[in-house]
């Protein structure tokens, strides 16, 4: 790289003069830092050649461009206006880099096809194939508006921020409260946006819906935001269930005898075995930021996702299905001691499963979930007893006989039920 240190004395101010050579070591400057002294290769000027020290006394605005950036094209009467309000106070100089692909041919058709309607030509001088301002300024999306003064950066900014009283006002020495442009950011079109920064940490974000596998380290759980007058702006379920999300998104807790799958792959949506194996690839997180809305709304978005997504639908639908129902058969002995203490060790670990003092209803209550089938009480008997079962409850036969010594029939039959209805959507309606 070749350099040279020049003086200026009038500010007390030191540069670096570069060359559009070797660039590689170059690192982007920020708000605040020292400018060096870079030389151009210049169009529409009056030498082949310009330094940033030529301009010392001046607001300098660095204006990046392309011939094929209509953007910048359509600003060029504001930035030419500018120059000629402010002549011997700013210099706006069009920065075009190596990279646009641009040429000095391209440069100077574009200047002529662009004269204003006075037929008087843009003053406003371009370089040519710049190479150190485009390291220098790290930029991803033009137009790029670099303000330089006493040999500092004070802004990095778009088109909307150059204005007469911005432009007055770092020339009076005085704070402006820009608006920066953030465009150093790494930004890769083949991946998701704001998944790794890319793009930013996507802190911006309006309306978004999102799912994803199990994540580590997250527990099992639901959460929203609220405004003050309880509409809501986000809702999320971690490492959920399909059925889950469906039963959520359609406000139905649904116990799973009441669940009825038509689905060619049952084991993803309902756990029969190991649940810290299967979670893996079987449970989900589910996000939605949105506007404020009622929760009614946000749960009809999610059911949009999710059938959009998983490919299910689901309803509550009546349904005959098979089932089992409780009948008293006239007589019992399991009448309740009335001094015991109306309890139940049901769902524990413990040899004797019991129930003291309560109603049957309690017992079907519970046999509805345990089973995979639902439990209906049709006994009709409202007193309270005490019965003890001493082996799996699951085990129907074993089951039936016990309830029998104590004057209780456990009937299998069918009866038409609301359903919780999960099945595969017709793909052949579009």
Not at 157 to 171: D, F, G, H, R, Y
Not at 208 to 235: C, H, N
Not at 350 to 369: A, F, I, P, S
Request: some cysteine.
């Amino acid at each position: 790289m070749k350099f040279s240190f020049i003086l200026l004395a009038s500010l007390g101010l030191s540069f670096y003069a570069y060359s559009q050579e070797k660039t590689t070591t170059l690192k982007p400057l920020n708000i605040g830092d020292k400018v060096p002294d870079i030389q151009f290769s210049m169009v529409n000027y009056p030498s082949k050649t310009a330094k940033l020290s030529d301009f010392t006394n001046k607001l300098v605005i660095l204006d990046f461009w392309a011939t094929w950036c209509t953007g910048c094209l359509h600003s060029f009467p504001k930035m030419d206006s500018l120059q000629q309000q402010y002549t011997d106070k700013l210099q706006v100089l069009l920065v075009n880099t190596k990279s646009t692909g641009d040429d000095e041919q391209k440069i100077k058709g574009l200047f002529n096809r662009l004269q204003p309607k006075n037929k008087q030509p843009y003053n406003l001088p371009s370089t040519l194939k710049d190479t150190i301002a485009d390291k220098l300024f790290r930029h991803k999306s033009l137009p790029h508006y670099v303000w330089l003064f006493n040999g500092k950066i004070k802004a990095f900014t778009s088109s909307e921020q150059v204005t007469s009283k911005n432009i007055e006002a770092v020339l009076a020495g005085q704070p402006v409260a820009f608006r920066m442009k953030i465009d150093d950011y790494d930004y890769n079109n083949k991946e998701p946006l704001f998944l790794n920064g890319n793009g930013g940490n996507g802190s911006n974000i309006l309306c978004r819906s999102m799912i994803t596998g199990y994540t580590d380290g997250l527990p099992v759980t639901a959460s929203k935001s609220e405004t003050s007058d309880k509409l809501v702006t986000r809702f999320t379920m971690i490492n959920s269930p399909i059925v889950r999300l469906y039963q959520k998104a359609y406000q139905k807790s649904v116990i799973k005898s009441r669940l009825l799958l038509e689905v060619k792959d049952a084991a993803k949506l309902v756990n029969n075995g190991d649940w810290d194996s299967w979670k893996y690839e079987n449970t989900y997180c589910y996000e939605i930021i949105t506007p404020a809305m009622s929760m009614d709304k946000v749960y009809a978005r999610m059911r949009n996702d999710l059938s959009n997504f998983f490919g299910y639908t689901a309803a509550i639908e009546k349904r005959k299905v098979k089932c089992f129902v409780l009948r008293f058969n006239g007589s019992t002995n399991a009448v309740a001691i009335a001094e015991r203490k109306s309890s139940n060790n049901f769902g524990r670990k413990e040899t004797v499963t019991y129930m003291h003092n309560q109603k049957v209803t309690m017992l079907t209550d519970y046999l509805d979930e345990l089973l995979s089938i639902p439990v209906l009480d049709e006994s009709n008997y409202n007193l309270p007893v005490d019965m003890e079962f001493n082996s799996d409850m699951k085990n129907i036969q074993t089951l039936q006989r016990t309830l029998k010594t104590y004057g209780f029939d456990l009937v299998e039959t069918e009866r038409e039920l609301e359903m919780f209805v999960l099945k595969e959507q017709d793909k052949s309606i579009n």
